[in-house]
């Protein structure tokens, strides 16, 4: 959400995970259900000393997976910040993203399956760092880095194998916008965002003009331009 | 959530649809951004009957994701009627479920980016219907040619193109359980709501054993399985 900006973190969680780096004990905040991830996390680690191969497997997924619920937890910090009640989570987000890819048209040099993919696991290092915002006062090469590094400790958490190197080659072409399918879907995060905007505009009675002037002329896809163009008519129509 | 439970819903959204049929205003609960949506897609049918042939498309595209707005709004109806404190979406499920099928490994006669897919798919015609649950008193067969109704509504808002006949197709074979990739997401569901339910219970100290039991013995796939054995391993640790 790199227009528009987020919050939390999870203290606990982190203290509880012996390897990751000290870097990520930022000045954050706890969420109300850190404890349970730590307590996950830590059964995971006693469990796994004595299984077999077999179950480290899926005892690295159900770690992951354990780490990824913060994904459901964590509030989306551009509207907590301005006051949004009950706002969507990091993976609200990233579902209706995933979407957004699923019914996209084909376009040339651009894989689908490949964008879908890209839309759920983009923020995905949120879960560690939590949503950090331009108001954070965090310099943009300080958050990259931090992200960085918390995907590679969720990599490692899932046994590096080939679905960590799928999801953190997904992450960091997304982070260079080093692809075709990363233009697309960088351009998606923005109009799920002001798409977004406009609901709770709608529904909550706020004017979030800020989302929709960070984002303006800002779309570099024609997907993205046009579905853009039909969220700023709708909420001209509105006024 | 056939094993679980689910509720709500959208009074207000459905008689704004004015070809949505009769059958889907049964007794439901409006939820309290129906009116978003409603209005959203009310701006949708004016600014359409204007558009180019390439707006329409983007139209269709907006009026289908304003439609699945309901899919974060709308909390699973199982944790809501147990009073679990700010519950999950029914986007946050089906999203931490697609992070289960990227992160699967390869399994023979399986296509991981159709689990993927269907993942992010199965529930969707919720976006309409809500999340019914046993205790709701809707025979099986009903909730069913519901959830069909609110489907094929769904496919013809997206324009009834190669992409509604996909998400059309993947939705029945997950109800009918008709592919090696149905059986394994179907486990996925089950294992998502049970992990879920493990962190709800460490979280917020509560007993949810009946989560646990009415899965018990259900997984049909090895990953299902195994996965599902690690976390009531967990679960056991924890007692």
Same mark, same amino acid.
Request: one cysteine or more; a neutral charge; aromatic letters at 6%.
């Given at each position: 959400?790199?227009?528009?900006?987020?919050?939390?973190?999870?203290?606990?969680?982190?203290?509880?995970?012996?390897?990751?780096?000290? !870097?990520?004990?930022?000045?954050?905040?706890?969420?109300?259900?850190?404890?349970?991830? #730590?307590?996950?996390?830590?059964?995971?680690?006693?469990?796994?000393?004595?299984?077999?191969?077999?179950?480290?497997?899926?005892?690295? !997924?159900?770690?992951?997976?354990?780490?990824?619920?913060?994904?459901?937890?964590?509030?989306?910090?551009?509207?907590?910040?301005?006051?949004?009640?009950?706002?969507?989570?990091?993976?609200?987000?990233?579902?209706?993203?995933?979407?957004?890819?699923?019914?996209?048209?084909?376009?040339?040099?651009?894989?689908?399956?490949?964008?879908?993919?890209? !839309?759920?696991?983009?923020?995905?290092?949120? !879960?560690?760092?939590?949503?950090?915002?331009?108001?954070?006062?965090?310099?943009?090469?300080?958050? #990259?880095?931090?992200?960085?590094?918390?995907?590679?400790?969720?990599?490692?958490?899932?046994?590096?194998?080939?679905?960590?190197?799928?999801?953190?080659?997904?992450?960091?072409?997304?982070?260079?916008?080093?692809?075709?399918?990363?233009?697309?879907?960088?351009?998606?995060?923005?109009?799920?965002?002001?798409?977004?905007?406009?609901?709770?505009?709608?529904?909550?009675?706020?004017?979030?003009?800020?989302?929709?002037?960070?984002?303006?002329?800002?779309?570099?896809?024609?997907?993205?331009?046009?579905?853009?163009?039909?969220?700023?008519?709708?909420?001209?129509?509105?006024?």
């Amino acid at each position: 959400m790199s227009s528009g900006s987020r919050v939390l973190f999870c203290k606990s969680l982190l203290s509880s995970i012996p390897s990751l780096p000290a !870097a990520y004990r930022f000045n954050s905040l706890a969420s109300s259900s850190s404890a349970s991830a #730590s307590r996950v996390f830590k059964m995971s680690a006693d469990s796994s000393s004595t299984s077999s191969p077999s179950d480290t497997s899926a005892s690295s !997924a159900i770690d992951f997976l354990s780490l990824c619920h913060r994904l459901k937890t964590t509030k989306r910090a551009g509207w907590v910040k301005r006051g949004i009640q009950d706002p969507e989570s990091i993976g609200d987000h990233m579902y209706r993203m995933g979407l957004m890819a699923l019914i996209s048209s084909d376009m040339p040099g651009v894989n689908r399956d490949k964008c879908i993919k890209m !839309a759920i696991v983009h923020d995905i290092a949120e !879960a560690i760092v939590g949503d950090i915002t331009p108001s954070d006062g965090v310099p943009k090469e300080e958050k #990259s880095r931090r992200e960085q590094e918390a995907l590679d400790h969720m990599c490692k958490l899932l046994g590096g194998g080939p679905r960590a190197k799928e999801i953190h080659e997904l992450w960091r072409e997304y982070e260079e916008a080093s692809s075709e399918e990363a233009k697309v879907v960088k351009d998606f995060d923005k109009v799920e965002m002001i798409l977004q905007a406009l609901e709770y505009e709608t529904d909550q009675g706020r004017n979030l003009e800020e989302f929709f002037q960070s984002t303006a002329g800002k779309f570099q896809t024609d997907v993205g331009k046009a579905w853009a163009a039909e969220i700023a008519s709708r909420r001209k129509t509105k006024e």
